[in-house]
């Protein structure tokens, strides 16, 4: 279930980037989750070109999977029909794309880089177009040595998984009961945690996902037989495909030739980023040392294969740490016995000389240090001690007892657990004792599972305003650029650039908070 905020700020987001008719179809499908065409052009009350354009916009990019299940039709008979699923991820990832430019341009070179930034900007392409785009950048067209450079330095962004092949246009979709293990497909990560059962649209995406040995395999010439005669009108390099499956017009299909597209792996990304936060984390809780260390651990986790790597936990020998520790420069300067007192900072215990940590602690770490500096900042000292005490209790505690432990004063204790209950942040329960007289007694406790999902949404909420925000001192510089030439033009100016990089920043920050309970 999308929070009432989150789906204010994908909206948003669809909106700046590709226009309202767009958006329109996108929160239809983002608040009554899959509808088939004929839905969407009732709900929309747009016309059916408008509804088919703004579809293949949001496929082109990722944004809707398209599936087809069977459905009770008029007559009684079961039909199959093709609907539309919003993937509100996929509309998240898109603030991301700076960040997933950075780790290509980080670990790979400047061409790499190239060909990474043409995926974001078109969404989706084939290795012909890709090819095209290189070409035409360097004006070579036709040029061996160029498609030879191209195709080598895509096979760099393949291998290190920072591209994949693009999912299946329109799988079939069985009822729930009848859905069979799909164990040679990757799952949904939110599904392999804690055991939690399948939502629909993890089904569904698991169901259009390339099989594990074709998703990072590019052994046919993909996309060689590429016409752009095929492209539909007033679109850009990227957008074809087989649409004539997803009960779209003949005249928007791609003659059903057989080629393969690819896209931007937000798995991966995703993956880097968590270990990034996992690795600062540390760092600021512990010491350089530690994080040294725990970077060691998860670099020599990445190179093996997806099915062997844990997404929570990793497991290595000492040897093969210390062997990964010397290899950085800030490692070397560490010794056997400082790797040993670092694993055991980072909780890591030895089983045959053999260390596991469990990334998911240091993820629940990060996050009550989030939600308790929001406390702080939000409420003061005296709140954030009070909710810091029942976070670590995980239990019910009195208010006089809740009052002792943190020095708080009993007059006081009662208005702030009030104040906290209000807004959300604690759970209150009345217990009420009778004996020679009835005395009531107010107990409250931190629900984590309650209070993130409602952080969360304050956080969409804090986004949505930073990018309007940001957008608003976007159109303010450029009516001001048309308008200057007056004395204060240079103060304006710096004004106006200072207010973009500070909203920048802080919506960057914001988005790593995001991240830890939405993402990781």
Same mark, same amino acid.
């Given at each position: 279930?999308?929070?009432?905020?989150?789906?204010? /700020?994908?909206?948003?987001?669809?909106?700046?980037?590709?226009?309202?008719?767009?958006?329109?179809?996108?929160?239809?499908?983002?608040?009554?989750?899959?509808?088939?065409?004929?839905?969407?052009?009732?709900?929309?009350?747009?016309?059916?070109?408008?509804?088919?354009?703004?579809?293949?916009?949001?496929?082109?990019?990722?944004?809707?999977?398209?599936?087809?299940?069977?459905?009770?039709?008029?007559?009684?008979?079961?039909?199959?029909?093709?609907?539309?699923? #919003?993937?509100?991820?996929?509309?998240?990832?898109?603030?991301?794309?700076?960040?997933?430019?950075?780790?290509? =341009?980080?670990?790979?070179?400047?061409?790499?880089?190239?060909?990474?930034?043409?995926?974001?900007?078109?969404?989706?392409?084939?290795?012909?177009?890709?090819?095209?785009?290189?070409?035409?950048?360097?004006?070579?067209?036709? %040029?061996?040595?160029?498609?030879?450079?191209?195709?080598?330095?895509?096979?760099?962004?393949?291998?290190?998984?920072?591209?994949?092949?693009?999912?299946?246009?329109?799988?079939?979709?069985?009822?729930?009961?009848?859905?069979?293990?799909?164990?040679?497909?990757?799952?949904?990560?939110?599904?392999?945690?804690?055991?939690?059962?399948?939502?629909?649209?993890?089904?569904?995406?698991? +169901?259009?996902?390339? $099989?594990?040995?074709?998703?990072?395999?590019?052994?046919?010439?993909?996309? +060689?037989? /590429?016409?752009?005669?095929?492209?539909?009108?007033?679109? =850009?390099?990227?957008?074809?495909?087989?649409?004539?499956?997803?009960?779209?017009?003949?005249?928007?299909?791609?003659?059903?030739?057989?080629?393969?597209?690819?896209?931007?792996?937000?798995?991966?990304?995703?993956?880097?980023?968590?270990?990034?936060?996992?690795?600062?984390?540390?760092?600021?809780?512990?010491?350089?040392?530690?994080?040294?260390?725990?970077? #060691?651990?998860?670099?020599?986790?990445?190179?093996?294969?997806?099915?062997?790597?844990?997404?929570?936990?990793?497991?290595?020998?000492?040897?093969?740490?210390?062997?990964?520790?010397?290899?950085?420069?800030?490692?070397?300067?560490?010794?056997?016995?400082?790797?040993?007192?670092?694993?055991?900072?980072?909780?890591?215990?030895?089983?045959?000389?053999?260390?596991?940590? %469990?990334?998911?602690?240091?993820?629940?770490?990060?996050?009550?240090?989030?939600?308790?500096?929001?406390?702080?900042?939000?409420?003061?000292?005296?709140?954030?001690?009070?909710?810091?005490?029942?976070?670590?209790?995980?239990?019910?505690?009195?208010?006089?007892?809740?009052?002792?432990?943190?020095?708080?004063?009993?007059?006081?204790?009662?208005?702030?657990?009030?104040?906290?209950?209000?807004?959300?942040?604690?759970?209150?329960?009345?217990?009420?004792?009778?004996?020679?007289?009835?005395?009531?007694?107010?107990?409250?406790?931190?629900?984590?599972?309650?209070?993130?999902?409602?952080?969360?949404?304050?956080?969409?909420?804090?986004? $949505?305003?930073?990018?309007?925000?940001?957008?608003?001192?976007?159109?303010?510089?450029?009516?001001?650029?048309?308008?200057?030439?007056?004395?204060?033009?240079?103060?304006?100016?710096?004004?106006?650039?200072? #207010?973009?990089?500070?909203?920048?920043? =802080?919506?960057?920050?914001?988005?790593?908070?995001?991240?830890?309970?939405? %993402?990781?």
């Amino acid at each position: 279930m999308v929070n009432q905020y989150g789906i204010k /700020f994908a909206i948003h987001l669809i909106t700046s980037h590709f226009g309202n008719l767009v958006a329109k179809v996108c929160e239809n499908l983002l608040r009554k989750g899959p509808l088939t065409l004929q839905s969407l052009i009732r709900s929309t009350e747009l016309t059916p070109l408008q509804v088919k354009n703004s579809l293949l916009i949001l496929i082109q990019h990722n944004c809707v999977q398209a599936f087809s299940s069977e459905q009770i039709g008029a007559g009684g008979n079961e039909v199959k029909v093709t609907q539309y699923l #919003a993937v509100f991820s996929n509309i998240l990832h898109r603030l991301r794309f700076p960040k997933f430019l950075a780790i290509v =341009s980080q670990e790979l070179d400047k061409d790499c880089e190239e060909i990474f930034e043409g995926l974001i900007q078109h969404g989706r392409l084939t290795l012909e177009q890709i090819c095209d785009r290189a070409e035409a950048g360097k004006s070579g067209r036709g %040029d061996p040595a160029i498609r030879a450079a191209v195709q080598e330095n895509f096979n760099k962004l393949l291998n290190a998984r920072f591209v994949e092949r693009c999912p299946a246009p329109e799988p079939f979709i069985e009822p729930p009961s009848e859905t069979k293990s799909s164990s040679n497909k990757r799952g949904a990560k939110s599904a392999k945690l804690d055991g939690a059962p399948e939502t629909e649209e993890q089904r569904i995406l698991t +169901a259009a996902a390339p $099989l594990e040995v074709l998703r990072f395999s590019n052994l046919t010439t993909s996309g +060689a037989d /590429f016409d752009p005669e095929d492209d539909i009108a007033g679109s =850009s390099v990227g957008e074809k495909r087989k649409h004539g499956s997803l009960e779209l017009d003949e005249e928007f299909g791609s003659k059903n030739k057989e080629v393969t597209l690819w896209r931007v792996n937000f798995e991966e990304f995703i993956r880097c980023l968590r270990h990034k936060a996992c690795i600062e984390n540390v760092r600021a809780r512990l010491d350089d040392g530690a994080a040294i260390v725990l970077k #060691a651990m998860l670099d020599a986790t990445r190179g093996a294969e997806k099915k062997v790597r844990s997404e929570n936990s990793v497991s290595l020998s000492m040897n093969t740490i210390f062997e990964e520790v010397m290899k950085s420069e800030v490692g070397r300067s560490l010794t056997l016995d400082r790797v040993r007192a670092s694993l055991v900072q980072l909780g890591c215990s030895p089983s045959d000389e053999t260390y596991s940590i %469990d990334l998911k602690k240091i993820i629940e770490l990060a996050q009550n240090e989030e939600v308790e500096s929001i406390v702080l900042k939000r409420y003061g000292r005296d709140a954030y001690r009070m909710f810091r005490l029942l976070s670590k209790a995980g239990q019910l505690l009195e208010t006089d007892k809740i009052a002792d432990m943190t020095f708080v004063e009993k007059k006081e204790t009662p208005k702030i657990l009030y104040k906290l209950w209000q807004d959300e942040y604690l759970h209150m329960e009345k217990l009420v004792v009778t004996a020679a007289r009835q005395v009531s007694f107010l107990l409250w406790k931190v629900n984590k599972p309650i209070l993130w999902d409602h952080v969360l949404d304050e956080m969409y909420h804090a986004a $949505l305003n930073l990018n309007q925000r940001l957008i608003y001192e976007q159109e303010q510089k450029e009516l001001f650029s048309l308008q200057s030439g007056a004395h204060t033009g240079s103060i304006e100016k710096d004004r106006l650039r200072n #207010a973009k990089i500070y909203l920048q920043s =802080s919506l960057i920050k914001l988005d790593d908070a995001l991240m830890l309970f939405h %993402d990781f």
